[in-house]
C-alpha cells in the first residue's frame, strides 16, 4: 500500500522522449492534407517551424471544449495552425489570422481555398500590432500567438481585449525552441520567451499554464 500511495501524483512525473512518442502514437494524426501541406510548404521555401500534431489536436479540443467560434491568431506561416483550429470550430465558425510575409499569406490563402475549412479561415496581411487594433473588443472566443516572441506582450494586450472574458488565450514556444533553460542559448530569442513567461505568470488577469506539448504551449482563460 505504501509503494503505491508514493506513485501518486501529488508532484508531476518527468516527461522524456518516450513519454511523447507514446502520446503521438495514441492521438489524431494530421492527416494526408496537413501532412502534404508541410511538403508543399518546404518546396515553397518556407521554414519548417510547424506546431506538432499533438499540439493540434489539442488546441482544437480546447476550442470545442469552450464553444469557440472565432478564433484570432497572430503568425499564419503556410496555414497550418489555422487550418487545425478551425477543424474545431463549428460550421459558421471563423479563423481571423494575422501574417506579415506577403508570399507566405499567399501561400496560406491556396491552402486554406483548397482545405476542408475553406469558409471558416481569413487570412489578414500586416504586422501583428498593426493589424489586431482593427478587431473590436470583446469579438473573439480565442487568440492563439505564434509570431516574433518579443512582440508577444503587445499582441498578449490586444488579445485580451479582443477575447471576450472567460475565452481561451494560447501562446507558443514557451520552451523557447527547447533552449528556455540552457546557460547559453543559441537562438536570439529566448530572452524574449523567458521575460514573456514572467510576464504570463504575474499577469492578474489571465489565469494560465504552460503545457508541456510540442515547444510548450501557455493555455490560458481569459478575465
Known amino acids: 500500500m505504501l509503494a503505491s500511495m508514493r506513485r501518486m501524483s501529488s508532484s508531476s512525473s518527468q516527461v522524456t522522449a518516450e513519454h511523447f512518442a507514446y502520446v503521438a502514437a495514441r492521438t489524431a494524426g494530421e492527416g494526408d492534407f496537413l501532412a502534404g501541406l508541410k511538403q508543399r510548404a518546404a518546396a515553397a521555401g518556407l521554414p519548417a517551424i510547424w506546431i506538432s500534431p499533438e499540439q ?16 484570432v491568431e497572430v503568425g499564419t506561416l503556410g496555414g497550418y495552425s489555422a487550418i487545425a483550429m478551425a477543424r474545431g470550430l463549428p460550421a459558421d ?23 476542408d475549412v475553406a469558409g471558416r479561415v481569413e487570412v489578414h496581411v500586416g504586422a ?7 478587431f ?48 547559453t542559448p543559441s537562438d536570439p530569442e529566448v530572452s524574449a520567451v523567458r521575460a514573456f513567461n514572467d510576464l504570463m505568470a504575474a499577469d492578474e488577469g489571465t489565469d494560465g499554464i504552460i503545457v508541456p506539448i510540442g515547444d510548450g504551449l501557455w493555455v490560458a482563460v481569459n478575465g
Open 56 to 71: 493540434a489536436s489539442l488546441m482544437r479540443i480546447l476550442l470545442r471544449l469552450c464553444g469557440a467560434r472565432r478564433v
Open 93 to 115: 465558425g471563423r479563423v481571423d489570422t494575422i501574417e506579415i510575409d506577403a508570399d507566405r499569406a499567399a501561400f496560406a490563402r491556396t491552402e486554406v481555398a483548397a482545405s
Open 136 to 183: 473590436a473588443d470583446g469579438s473573439a472566443d480565442a487568440a492563439f500567438l505564434d509570431a516574433d516572441k518579443s512582440g508577444y506582450p503587445v499582441y498578449l494586450a490586444e488579445c485580451r481585449r479582443i477575447v471576450r472574458p472567460g475565452g481561451l488565450i494560447m501562446v507558443d514556444n514557451a520552451f523557447a525552441f527547447g533552449q528556455l533553460l540552457d546557460e
Open 128 to 134: 501583428g500590432a498593426d493589424v489586431l487594433p482593427g
